[in-house]
């Protein structure tokens, strides 16, 4: 797939300048697949570290390094429920689950039918309407050089919890290669690093069956 600039994407042909978050929304539309490692650290809990593939319509399948190594757990948009494997896909014990169920989902709520790229945006949107954006500079994230900005919501006004989200995209696929969330107190909920990003992968046909 090949991804437009980022100034080509940031001021179309019409001459007015696209939101970036409305263009790299415009960007996740686009693609069909992607892999990426994250990593999550949050006040009071062990970080998180995750092998995260997802493929539309709303496939994800999670492998999980750390806190809980071999754990495996997989979604399908077609059932609408999540299968996992607390122990491995080898032990064979297997657990079948909503998405949203307390077992699963994140410190702040967030279910696994909601956890991708594309949910996040949506969140990041929301919260813009009313608020205040600010663009900031390039800075390098791992081996990407990726753009921040700074979403904050209106006064009293938060989205599954966050009133505040710093996010750098990377330039070129506007992917989210970092972001951080805030709370309304202005306390630091999460902040998570997507390394090993993998745009477009061409899964097995199997990699999210359970």
């Not at 689950?97 to 696994?112: F, T």
């Not at 972001?179 to 107190?185: I, Q």
Request: overall charge neutral; charged content about 20%.
């Amino acid at each position: 797939m090949l991804w437009p600039l980022l100034a080509a994407l940031l001021v179309p042909a019409g001459g007015t300048a696209l939101d970036p978050v409305a263009a790299a929304r415009q960007q996740f539309e686009q693609l069909d697949s992607y892999r990426v490692t994250l990593r999550s650290s949050a006040a009071q809990r062990p970080t998180q570290i995750i092998r995260y593939a997802y493929r539309k319509p709303g496939f994800v399948r999670m492998e999980f390094i750390a806190p809980h190594p071999g754990a495996l757990l997989i979604y399908s948009p077609h059932s609408g429920k999540v299968r996992l494997w607390p122990f491995g896909q080898r032990a064979r014990a297997a657990l079948t689950l909503a998405p949203d169920n307390p077992l699963i989902r994140g410190p702040y709520g967030r279910s696994v039918e909601r956890s991708d790229v594309g949910a996040l945006l949506r969140n990041v949107e929301a919260l813009q309407a009313g608020g205040d954006t600010e663009l900031h500079g390039v800075e390098t994230v791992g081996r990407w050089n990726a753009r921040q900005l700074v979403v904050t919501g209106a006064p009293g006004k938060a989205v599954d919890g966050v009133h505040r989200f710093q996010l750098w995209l990377a330039e070129g696929s506007l992917f989210p290669v970092k972001v951080a969330s805030f709370g309304l107190d202005g306390e630091a909920l999460e902040t998570v690093l997507m390394d090993d990003v993998e745009i477009g992968v061409p899964f097995a046909a199997d990699f999210f069956q359970p």
